[in-house]
């Protein structure tokens, strides 16, 4: 089974700083997705970035992008020029490829509270 | 744009209730899910759906169960609350890679 592990309950940035969260992951496929989803205060669940692990190329959305080590089985986000709307609980997420396995279904981290400083 | 709602975003039920959770998706997604969401565990699936009728149990089945009748309606049940169900849940549902999450409902079970 898959396990996602987000090792910082807590970060918090100055507003415009760059902050970095961390994700490690365990699996023994070797193909699969990788997602960063972001929870405000409404609670209202938001896909921030996408990768996926057959592409070498780290994705980036805007001010949001994500260091992929798949190798070290690992997958931070980092976020430029933060603003108070990034304020928000950080969740990476794992997908497999196969769908006869675990078919859609994600598995996720603990999270991670982000808090930006004006 | 895709819309999931669920039936309430707070609930407060009572030991030994059974308790409905709906989730309706506007979106004709094949596949939907329930996650419940605690401090320091984020979210565990509970049970998915990858057509209308068809379940399977997620991570944390025990002391749920789910009904889909209809594609867009995907139904938690909890068929005698305990206090340990308190929690957030979250209705989610996706067509191939992204998941789209309804506003989640805060349950408490006293």
């Known amino acids: 089974a898959q396990t996602v592990t987000q090792s910082q309950p807590e970060m918090s940035v100055q507003e415009a700083e760059t902050v970095t969260l961390s994700c490690t992951y365990d699996t023994s496929e070797s193909d699969y997705y990788l997602f960063w989803y972001k929870q405000p205060p409404s609670r209202q669940m938001i896909l921030v970035i996408r990768q996926e692990a057959y592409k070498q190329q780290n994705a980036t959305e805007n001010r949001f992008s994500v260091n992929f080590q798949k190798a070290a089985k690992s997958f931070s986000l980092k976020i430029s020029d933060s603003q108070l709307g990034d304020a928000a609980m950080y969740f990476c997420?794992?997908?497999?490829?196969?769908?006869?396995?675990?078919?859609?279904?994600?598995?996720f981290g603990e999270g991670t509270q982000l808090t930006v400083n004006p | 744009d895709v819309k999931v709602t669920q039936s309430s975003r707070y609930l407060v039920k009572r030991t030994g209730e059974k308790v409905f959770l709906e989730c309706v998706q506007d979106?004709?997604?094949?596949?939907m899910f329930w996650y419940r969401q605690d401090p320091g565990l984020g979210l565990r699936l509970i049970y998915f759906s990858y057509d209308v009728k068809m379940k399977e149990k997620g991570d944390i089945p025990e002391g749920y169960s789910v009904s889909r009748e209809k594609k867009e309606r995907f139904s938690l049940i909890l068929e005698s609350a305990s206090t340990n169900q308190t929690s957030m849940y979250l209705c989610?549902?996706?067509?191939?890679?992204?998941?789209?999450f309804g506003p989640g409902t805060r349950l408490t079970v006293l």
């Open positions: 997420a794992y997908r497999s490829a196969r769908w006869e396995t675990s078919g859609s279904r994600l598995t």
């Open positions: 979106m004709d997604h094949e596949n």
């Open positions: 989610a549902s996706s067509l191939w890679l992204e998941q789209f």
